[in-house]
């Protein structure tokens, strides 16, 4: 019986196939097909909130990928107030969720709410910038993300790097946004030096 059930199975295709049914062409099996390539460059009109135009870094694809976000700082801040004002709007942009296109593309971040943020001690240089946290307590991703965006912006004069330091009495160093960074944020992190003070 059982044989004979194995050497119908072929017929039965058969029968199925002239009668209309035509086959899936999205593997049921494995979920739904994806509608939107993954990392492809986000949809940035849900962003269109008034302010200074930045970009942060997120993480897509154990990659790290440039979006637009805007930054609000008051009219007539200037100088290093002004510094701080944009990091902390940076560090509030990292932080919030990727808006739903971007999610569907792929985009994440690392970086959690609520890390406060300050300017120099005395005795640090002076474009340095201390987190809630110690760098070295956060996440590789979440470190990477705010390397790269920072260093990339009106916060840090580094050039592509960035002064850091946490809430202890460490002192901070320079840390370093390279292309290896931006390519594998999850690996070792980015490269830091010891400064001098200010």
Do not use: N, W
Request: some cysteine; charged content about 20%; overall charge positive.
């Amino acid at each position: 019986m059982t044989v004979r059930r194995l050497l119908g199975l072929p017929v039965l295709a058969v029968l199925l196939a002239g009668c209309g049914i035509r086959p899936t062409e999205v593997p049921t099996d494995f979920g739904p097909a994806p509608s939107r390539v993954r990392c492809a460059p986000p949809e940035t009109a849900a962003r269109s909130t008034p302010g200074t135009p930045v970009q942060v870094f997120l993480v897509c694809g154990a990659s790290l990928v440039a979006v637009d976000r805007a930054v609000r700082v008051p009219d007539g801040v200037t100088g290093p107030q002004r510094r701080l004002l944009l990091a902390r709007g940076l560090l509030d942009r990292l932080a919030e969720p990727p808006t739903a296109a971007e999610k569907e593309s792929g985009y994440g971040t690392e970086v959690r709410g609520g890390t406060a943020l300050t300017g120099p001690r005395p005795g640090d240089p002076e474009d340095t910038l201390r987190l809630g946290v110690s760098p070295a307590d956060l996440t590789a991703y979440a470190l990477s993300q705010i390397v790269c965006t920072l260093s990339h912006s009106a916060a840090a004069e580094g050039g592509g790097s960035v002064v850091l330091g946490g809430p202890g009495g460490q002192p901070p160093r320079r840390y370093t946004c390279t292309d290896e960074v931006r390519v594998r944020p999850g690996g070792s992190g980015p490269p830091s030096s010891a400064v001098a003070g200010g």
